[in-house]
C-alpha cells in the first residue's frame, strides 16, 4: 500500500502549538507496515524551520516526509485537494488519507488501514477514525470490526488515487469560503458507494475550536484505543 498522508498545519496559537506537538510525537510512534511506503506531505503555514527543527527529525525514521509552504493556497479544503493531487502526481501513490495536526496516533493505525481496505476493497473510502458525530457520520451497519458509515469525516479519510481521479476534483476550483460545504461532504454527496470505518477507533481528533468545530460539536473519535490497549 503506497500511502500519502496529506497534512495541513498552522500553529496559530500556543494551544495549537501544543496539539501539533503531541501529533507529531504520537505520530513517530507509528509501526511501519511491511514492504510498503508511506510518505506525509506537511503543508505548512508558517517558518518551514520550525518543522525541521522540532517536528521532522522525529518522524523522518517512519516515513518519507516533504514539507511545503502553503503559499498561493486558501483554506483547508483547498489545501487538502491540492496536496492529494502533488502527491498522486510526484509521488505515484495509490492511497491518499487526509490529516490534520490535531490529533493522536495508535502505534498500530497503519496495520489497522490496512486491515480495514482488504477487508473491503471495493469501498469510496476508509477511516481508523470512527466519529462520534453520528448526526453526520451515521452509522448504518457493523460487520465484525467494522462499521458501515453515511459518510467519513475528513480528518482521517482515505481514499485511492483511481477514486480522485475519477471524482474529478481540481484544487484551483475548490470553494475557499468557510461556509461552504468541506470535501469529505461533497464526496459523500458526489461519490455513492460504501464508506467503512474501524469499529474502534486508532486515530483521534484533539482540536475543539475551528472553522467547522467548537466545543459542542462531537467531532472526536469513539473507543479510541490509547497506546497499550
Known sequence: ???????????????????????????????????????????????????????V??????????????EGLTGTEQTLAFGT?????????????????????????LWKLEGLIKRHPDAKSW?????????????LDEVGEDVLVRSICGHGMTFTAQEWKEWGVDWKGVSTDPNAHTLDLTHFDQR??????????????????????????PEFARDFQLVGE
Open 1 to 55: 500500500m503506497k500511502l500519502g498522508i496529506v497534512l495541513p498545519s498552522y500553529w496559530y496559537s500556543d494551544e495549537r502549538k501544543r496539539l501539533a506537538k503531541a501529533a507529531f510525537h504520537s505520530l513517530s510512534q507509528t509501526e511501519e507496515l511491511y514492504g510498503h511506503e508511506t510518505r506525509i506531505l506537511i503543508l505548512i503555514k508558517g517558518q518551514v524551520h520550525d518543522y525541521a527543527n522540532l517536528i
Open 57 to 70: 527529525p522525529s518522524i523522518t525514521r517512519k516515513f518519507g516526509v516533504i514539507l511545503k509552504t502553503d
Open 85 to 109: 493531487q502533488y502527491m498522486i502526481d510526484n509521488f505515484g501513490c495509490d492511497y491518499v488519507m487526509w490529516m490534520g495536526d490535531d490529533a493522536l496516533f495508535h502505534p498500530l493505525w
Open 127 to 139: 477511516s481508523v477514525y470512527r466519529s462520534a458525530y453520528e448526526w453526520i457520520h451515521r452509522t
Open 192 to 217: 455513492r458507494g460504501e464508506r467503512w470505518v474501524t469499529k474502534k477507533s486508532y486515530v483521534q481528533h484533539t482540536g475543539k475550536i475551528g472553522v467547522h468545530c467548537d466545543e459542542n460539536t
